[in-house]
């Protein structure tokens, strides 16, 4: 039922967005400071993950613009709708990781 | 010449006897006076026996192997017995670069030796160096003997420079954050403060303290050596709790079910590990380590450091060991619109061992927000955990049925870090975590320490750490310039004991006082520094975006004055420049790993290496 809602509000509301326009965005409008340059968020509580499986388009819209919590707002007059679009394209073509238990230095014990 | 003898032959040089016998530091003879007492007597002017010589062996007297310091003539007289006198072993002459870096020398050795080194620094310039670092000491609560040169009697200055170099009262400038300090008159009185200095500064509290050498007391003859003693040494008990409140405290945490453990700065040593596992133990509690000192094995079942919002958010009962912020780990206040937000249920029961009361001036905001609690013990944590623990045994019920699920929360804590550290595994910049993790790998099979660590670095959560040495806490004041100097003085600490000293070396950090580089490689200290090249003052750069989204202005400017690039600086080249093996820059995640073996191999011969990284911001 959750992915049936994803996808509405993923096709529904989201704008056409260039990925590789995208990641300059991401990159030019800081995003990366605080959630690193592929989205995987930042250490001692600076930025949340956003990526893999960044959540909707309305939600990710909505944080951006009038945020809750510490993240500063991107408002319209400084981050173009447009900009916003292909923020979010990039944010999603971000792939997986592997994970924790294919990498041999994670085996910490 | 025996001294009996030195002391007949200056007599008989009456000009230069009657000129130098002043053992205080306010001689009236004038220069023409000496000038012409010195013709007369028609001898070289020596001094076989300066008063310098007696403060080495007071120095020498404590234990203290070596001495960090900027040379400066105010001290000149201090330097050359050092090197001469006592042939520069126990004290060693370290040569710094900045008086900021020597003190933080002493900082990060005092963490890893668990004894204080010294510092010397020149009059009113030198001190004016070392206040920033000195703060950072005194938030962080570590001992540190200060000395500082000064010519007290006008009428002995050198014109020029010297005036400019000497003050009244030079301590002033640090009386703010130091516990005690004093200018001695005379060489006995130099002996009584400097071992007084010593002992208060070991007393927990513990805090710098400094005593300033005269010019005139260092260079001018021993008079009456016969007379001169140095105090014998003992260093106090420190303080415990007052049994009453001990076990008002036990039973508070015993008849809570959801009771959380906070530290910070509680063991001074590894007696002090074993003690804070005995205690989680007896109250199955778990334990948020906040990273102060190392406190509790982040293998252990019961170690939740990165759980602490949720566990307080749910706790009955918190037990804090000295903790600078309690009231914080309580609350929180949004960035940038302060808005406050309790964390911590109302009705939560608080008890407090902290020394914090007893030592707090006015000036300095270092003491935090006021944290009402329900009982406050003023003692020592390390020596009141023993009577704590007793008193919790002796209620018993402890909550072993919780046991089990304790444990599955600690993997599944586990589990997080390690899904999160594989985020971003290849990226380049390479990701802090796959730093951590790579420098991990060459350190596992070693006896290690990392010279500055923290709460929710990822050295402290992914890092199997067991050992009081293993993380060495951080600069206390958070005082930019700390992390390269410190490590440099925990590597010395640890040089001799076959401990493999490391850092993730801020770039900023690194550019306050880089020439601390130089002295790694001048005194053959095993350092393996690990570039943590984020090429900004990142804070700052999230600093700045949050204060343009309140303004409601442009964010694509946050890097101007916060970035450290065009140029970029090459930091391979920096440690090269400076006779410091290194590496890099490196931006390729899987060229770390081989880099840190070459450097490993340096640091175990016994030279310190560096490796650039260019890495994410965080």
Known sequence: MKWVFVLFVGTAFSQ????????????????????????????????????????????????VRTPRQDMPAYRREHLPDQD?????????????SPSASAIPLLKID | MDNEARRSFLKGAAAIGSTLAANSVVAQSSGAEKEKKSKAAGVAKTIARPGSDFMVDVIRSLGIDYIASNPASSF????????????????EFITCMHEESSVAIAHGYYKAAGKPMAMLAHGSVGIQHAAMAVYNAWCDRVPVVLMGGNFMDAAQRRPGVEWAHCSQNPAALLRDYIKWDDQPASLQHFAESTVRAYKMAMTPPMEPVMIVADGMLQEEPIEDEKGLSIPKLALSAPPQGESGA????????????????????????????????????ALNAPVVDLLGRMNFPTTHYLCRSSDGRALVRDADAILFLEVADPWGQLNSISDPHHEYRRVAKADVKTV???????????????????????ISISADCQATLPSLIEAIRKIGNPKFGKTEALRKEYLQMKARTREAAALAWDASPVSTARLHAELWNVLKNENWCLAESRNGSWA????????????????????????APAAVGAALANKDKGIVTAVVQPDGD???APGVLWTAAHHRIPLLSVMHNNRAYHQEVMH???????????MDTARIGTAIEDPNIDYAKLAQAQGVWAEGPITDPAKIGPALQRALAVVKKGEPALVDVVTQGR
């Open chain 1, 16 to 63: 056409d967005g260039d990925v590789k326009r995208g990641q300059a965005a991401f990159l030019k409008y800081q995003c990366y400071t605080c959630h690193g340059t592929v989205g995987q968020g930042a250490e001692r509580g600076a930025g949340p993950k956003l990526a893999p499986n960044p959540f909707p388009w309305a939600g990710f819209q909505f944080q």
């Open chain 1, 84 to 96: 916003l679009a292909d923020i979010y394209a990039y944010v999603r073509s971000i792939k997986p």
């Open chain 2, 352 to 374: 407090h061992v902290t020394l914090a009361d007893q030592l707090m001036k006015s000036n300095y905001q270092d003491m935090q927000r006021f944290c009402p609690v329900d």
């Open chain 2, 246 to 281: 001990v076990r008002e405290a036990a039973k508070i945490l015993s008849s809570h079910e959801n009771v959380v453990i906070i530290c910070e700065r509680v063991a001074r040593n590894q007696e002090g590990v074993k003690l804070m596992v005995e205690l989680a133990e």
């Open chain 2, 510 to 512: 690194l550019m306050y």
């Open chain 2, 76 to 91: 000149r007289s201090l330097h050359e017995s050092i090197v001469n006198y006592g042939g520069n072993r126990k004290p």
């Open chain 2, 544 to 554: 700045l975006q949050k204060m343009a989204g309140l303004h409601n202005r442009r």
């Open chain 2, 460 to 483: 402290a959560r992914l890092w199997p750490a067991t050992q009081h040495h293993n993380f060495l806490g951080q600069s206390g004041g958070a005082g930019v310039g700390y992390i």
